[in-house]
């Protein structure tokens, strides 16, 4: 077995280190969940696409580098060790983008990838509603054929959108034939935030950052070139991109490895670290953390090797997923306990800390909530009964 990179990939880490390192703001960026922040946070991506940083695995003629798996997940890992900011894009790239290069028509990529990797498009993910979360096929939201227009008119509320209050348009589930089985009857529509009938209401979160969204559509006319694959169709669709969630694209190695690192920076860095450094409790969890991030990685690397060798990702995504949010927590709360009985006070740099900690809570639940997780990974992984 040769775990080294080749030349090629090597030479790739170089170029992208010595732009990240030349291009990202010297300063943190306000939070992308804030209006403010959201607005700084699409000038850096589209700084990002000018130099076909944005989207390196994508086709060159989609504004990437054509880049391999490999170079993806290397691109990421140097993308976090430069401590660069988090992408507001997030969920038209890695999500919705995977989605529209299975599904999408010629047309459909044509007009929508560009915008979205240049940033000048954002999108957010319209799925849950006040009563379908975990059981996603229960959603009441509908889409009604409008023959005379071409289109579709669409009625109901989602809820949960990720900065859903700042994006310019959201793909989301709708049920089309209330009639059909209820996983049957669904079909996958890209919506125009801006088109008439649509009211979106921030919800502020505990942090206080107002991205989050309910959007509420009355009669919302949607043409048939912005349904992605074929209507009542849909579950099938928004399945890729669950696989793409939970899987490899939206939480990648590099992340963990990043934080694992500052830790270990932050352990060093406060005051009363000689006594910190005697304290073989806190060392053991400092080096568990390390360990935990790397085993992340090489679980990744294997994910990878398969996935290039034409395997097809499935059900076992879920383990990843569980993993991912587990150790962010953990991570979180390693950094919490190092920074002493009044972490939660801390300002400047450290404050992220805190922030991040409270974002870590919300791993288990977003993405498909650990509980479903387990019970996936319960009957589809293992095979064991459903009851
Ligand atoms: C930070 C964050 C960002 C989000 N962003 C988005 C977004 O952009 N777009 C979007 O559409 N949604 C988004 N969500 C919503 C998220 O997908 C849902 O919160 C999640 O699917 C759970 O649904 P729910 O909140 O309705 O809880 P419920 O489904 O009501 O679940 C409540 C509890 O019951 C448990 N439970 C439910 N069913 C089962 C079962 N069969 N077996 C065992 N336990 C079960 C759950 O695990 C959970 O603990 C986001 C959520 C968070 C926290």
């Not at 696409?49 to 060159?60: L, M, Q, T």
């Not at 310019?168 to 049920?175: A, E, I, T, Y």
């Not at 993993?323 to 979180?332: A, I, K, P």
Request: net charge negative; proline share 5%.
């Amino acid at each position: 077995m040769d775990l080294s990179f080749t030349a090629t990939e090597a030479a790739f880490r170089d170029a992208c280190r010595t732009w990240l390192e030349a291009n990202v703001p010297a300063e943190p960026l306000p939070s992308g969940d804030t209006r403010e922040g959201f607005a700084a946070h699409l000038e850096w991506e589209r700084r990002l696409f000018d130099a076909r940083w944005a989207v390196v695995s994508w086709p060159e003629e989609y504004g990437g580098r054509g880049a391999t798996l490999w170079e993806w997940l290397i691109f990421e890992e140097e993308y976090y060790r430069a401590g660069a900011p988090q992408r507001v894009t997030q969920n038209g790239i890695f999500l919705l983008a995977p989605t529209v290069f299975e599904f999408g028509t010629d047309e459909q990529r044509d007009r929508i990838l560009p915008a979205m990797a240049s940033a000048t498009e954002t999108w957010c993910q319209g799925w849950s509603e006040p009563n379908a979360g975990s059981d996603l096929a229960a959603i009441q939201s509908r889409g009604v054929r409008d023959d005379a227009s071409g289109g579709w008119r669409l009625t109901g509320q989602k809820t949960w959108t990720t900065r859903g209050a700042f994006c310019d348009r959201m793909f989301g589930l709708f049920r089309t034939d209330p009639d059909a089985e209820r996983h049957r009857g669904l079909t996958y529509f890209l919506v125009d935030l801006r088109a008439p009938g649509v009211t979106v209401r921030p919800v502020e979160r505990l942090d206080g950052d107002d991205g989050f969204a309910e959007v509420f559509l009355d009669d919302v006319f949607v043409p048939d070139h912005d349904v992605l694959g074929a209507p009542n169709e849909g579950w099938a669709v928004a399945m890729a991109t669950t696989g793409s969630e939970r899987g490899l694209t939206l939480r990648s190695p590099g992340r963990f490895l990043a934080t694992a690192s500052r830790l270990i920076e932050l352990f060093y860095s406060l005051a009363g670290g000689t006594e910190r450094e005697h304290d073989d409790a806190l060392r053991d969890r400092l080096a568990q953390a390390w360990i935990d991030a790397e085993a992340y990685r090489w679980q990744t690397y294997w994910t990878v090797t398969q996935l290039v060798e034409g395997a097809r990702s499935g059900p076992e995504a879920s383990l990843v997923k569980l993993y991912w949010s587990e150790l962010d927590v953990r991570l979180h709360e390693l950094a919490l306990d190092l920074l002493g009985p009044h972490a939660e006070l801390v300002d400047g740099d450290l404050a992220s800390w805190t922030k991040g900690y409270q974002f870590s809570l919300s791993g288990p639940i977003y993405a498909g909530t650990n509980e479903i997780q387990r019970n996936v990974v319960a009957e589809r992984v293992l095979g064991l009964p459903r009851k």
